[in-house]
């Protein structure tokens, strides 16, 4: 059972003068530095101190470090959103409890060095399939860029350029009723060429997919274009340009409602 730790040496508290967003990269820089040490915390060790552990709140999470082994003693951080745990969920915390989370997090490092080193084995001008869902799948080629979770490192990076597979309709582009055309979330990707770097389990190429999917590598890809409007098309679209229009006013905030009238007298004129 941990016993709660009620000194405050972390200081959070925003300086004189200093900027908000110099104020959160120091506290980002303090609790990297936490984490770090907390990284070097063997968990089959005798001494746990400087180990952080971490519990769920609301939206985000309540920091807490081991200031002390024995008896079991945890410090909160109040870096961040500053949540605290109850008190009856740090009492229910033990020395397996800190061991568990320091095995997690070495695992999850660990899983993200496996990523990394996925990402470096990849050859510029190589071709890749990301799996979406369903048999789902957009086709990459492996350029030069960087990393969205990454900002500012290069490093080999997917390009889409194909969908293939089993892609529902409402995934694909479409031609809307005013005569716009929704491309969708992939193949805009594809048409925009948004780089991007899923996990290695999502990549057909990175050999962790299992027995479970078909090979994509032979599938045709799928035309992105959407076919013209015929006359009777265009001539809908244009009334329901109208449609909007019309809809636009008198959905506006005027305080007078003729003004709102008139507007759409005119429109409709």
């Known amino acids: ?25 120091r506290e980002k820089s303090l609790l990297k530095a936490l984490t770090d040490r907390s990284a070097r915390v063997d968990p089959k060790g005798d001494d746990l101190t400087g180990a952080v552990v971490q519990f ?3 939206d985000g999470y309540a920091v807490y470090v081991v200031s002390k082994t024995s008896p079991l003693t945890l ?15 740090i009492r229910g915390v033990n020395k ?15 899983m993200g060095d496996s990523n990394k080193d996925f990402y470096a084995s990849l050859k510029v001008g190589q071709t890749v399939h990301y799996h979406n869902s369903f048999g789902a799948w957009v086709r990459c080629t492996v350029v030069r860029g960087e990393s969205v979770h990454s900002e500012g490192v290069e490093q080999n990076v997917l390009k889409p350029v194909a969908l ?15 005569g716009s055309v929704t491309l969708g979330y992939h193949a805009e990707s594809v048409v925009e060429g948004k780089v991007m770097t899923p996990h290695e389990s999502c990549v057909w190429e990175s050999g962790k997919m299992g027995s479970r999917h078909a090979d994509p590598t032979g599938l045709a890809p799928i035309s992105l274009e959407v076919p013209a409007m015929s006359k ?32 759409v007298r005119q429109a409709v004129a």
Request: charged share 40%.
């Open 1 to 25: 059972m941990a016993k709660l730790d009620r000194k405050m040496p972390y200081d959070n508290a925003k300086r004189e003068g200093e900027s908000w967003e110099a104020f959160n990269d």
């Open 56 to 58: 769920q709140v609301a």
């Open 75 to 89: 410090r909160h951080v109040p870096y961040g959103d500053t949540y605290q745990a109850n008190e009856a969920t």
């Open 96 to 110: 397996d409890t800190v061991r568990k989370e320091l095995r997690w997090r070495l695992s999850f490092e660990k």
């Open 164 to 178: 293939v597979g089993d892609w529902r309709s409402f995934d694909l582009p479409r031609r809307n009723a005013d």
């Open 232 to 263: 009777e098309e265009e001539e809908n679209a244009a009334l329901w340009r109208r449609v909007d229009r019309l809809r636009a006013i008198c959905n506006d905030r005027a305080d007078d409602p003729r003004m709102i009238l008139e507007a």
